[in-house]
């Protein structure tokens, strides 16, 4: 996208809208065991952060392989706490809570990571 | 119009994807089709005792029949292995296209002949 | 012509299947989600029943669906790399 396709008003609006989507994603990962929702739901809705973070500013700065470092690290955090759980032995209803929203967030945060690279690598890299 | 369910329609729009596979010739279009046909498939299982009065499964359960929540459960699973694989044909039609710089799966099929011998 | 012959084709395996579909007459007993929606707040703890088999009943549907969106993203990263370009450190 060049200098002069930049819009200032979405640059203002999205500025402005970055919190509430931040919050938004974060309340659907959070509640994801009480309300609708879910880490892959609110996981698609935290990648929209770093999309709109394209429209404002088009630059080629985003650090995708330490977002994919990240990605991996959240996997085997995924595959690790149920075994954990498991071999700990899950006892009361605090310990069930703490599972669902462990597992939520860490499939919230792998998930905004996967989308979020796919977006930049469709973007940077085939736009040629 | 009784008729129009989740049912018929999903399964008018998975004959309509499957057409578009096998009647059109354009890799963008078969990739849309075949998106056409994950979002029938979806929508039938979600339709499976999830119609008409029932509550959702969540839990203030006000109502008498609950919808069923394991194809809800399946379903999320559908969805991340749908925009996967659109993602990664998607990839490989672009990496195609800079190759032999043609959208039809044809005339790919040629030039790759061509290219053989 | 190949276009109609499709679309007939299309509508031909279409009505087959309403023929065949409608003729089901077998109904299951829905004996698991009976047990689901009664017991799934006690088992796992959730409120929403559909995170309780997600996370907990069938964790590894879960478990395997996240290997397979990280396998996917692997396999765009690597799939987009052009000849001539040479080391990209974004990879």
């Known amino acids: 996208m060049a200098e002069e396709y930049r819009s200032r008003i979405i640059s203002i609006i999205i500025g402005v809208l970055y919190p509430f989507i931040l919050l938004f994603g974060f309340y659907i990962i959070l509640n994801g065991h009480l309300t609708p929702g879910g880490g892959f739901q609110g996981g698609a809705i935290l990648s929209a952060v770093l999309m709109s973070r394209y429209l404002v500013s088009p630059n080629q700065d985003i650090r995708l392989d330490s977002l994919q470092i990240v990605e991996k690290m959240a996997y085997a955090l995924i595959v690790a706490v149920p075994l954990l759980f498991l071999l700990m032995g899950v006892g009361g209803r605090l310990d069930k809570t703490v599972y669902l929203v462990l597992m939520n967030a860490l499939i919230g945060i792998k998930v905004s990571c996967g989308l979020s690279i796919v977006f930049f690598r469709f973007v940077f890299y085939e736009s040629r | ?117 | 012509m190949r276009r109609a012959l499709m679309v007939l084709w299309a509508a031909l395996l279409l009505v087959l299947f309403m023929v065949v579909y409608g003729g089901l007459d077998q109904v299951l007993p829905n004996t698991l989600q009976e047990q689901y929606v009664a017991n799934f707040q006690e088992d796992t703890g959730a409120r929403n029943a559909v995170t309780g088999i997600y996370l907990d009943y069938r964790v590894f549907d879960t478990l395997f669906e996240a290997l397979m969106l990280l396998v996917s993203v692997i396999g765009i990263i690597h799939f987009s790399v052009h000849e001539g370009e040479g080391g990209d450190r974004h990879g």
């Not at chain 2, 369910?5 to 998975?14: A, W």
């Not at chain 2, 008498?64 to 969805?79: F, G, N, S, Y």
């Not at chain 2, 296209?97 to 799966?105: E, F, P, Q």
Request: proline share 4%.
């Open chain 2, 1 to 117: 119009m009784e008729w129009i369910t989740g049912e018929t329609v999903s399964i008018l729009l998975f004959f309509i994807g499957l057409f578009g596979v096998v009647g059109r010739r354009n890799i963008i279009k078969t990739v849309v089709s075949i998106g056409i046909m994950e979002t029938a498939i979806i929508l039938f299982f979600l339709t499976i005792q999830g119609e008409g009065e029932r509550v959702p499964p969540i839990v203030p359960l006000v109502g008498e029949t609950v919808a069923d929540p394991l194809p809800q459960a399946l379903m999320i699973t559908a969805i991340v292995i749908g925009v996967a694989v659109t993602a990664v044909s998607l990839t490989m039609f672009i990496s195609l296209y800079h190759k032999y710089g043609t959208t039809n799966w044809h005339k790919v099929e040629v030039k790759r002949r061509e290219q053989d011998t």
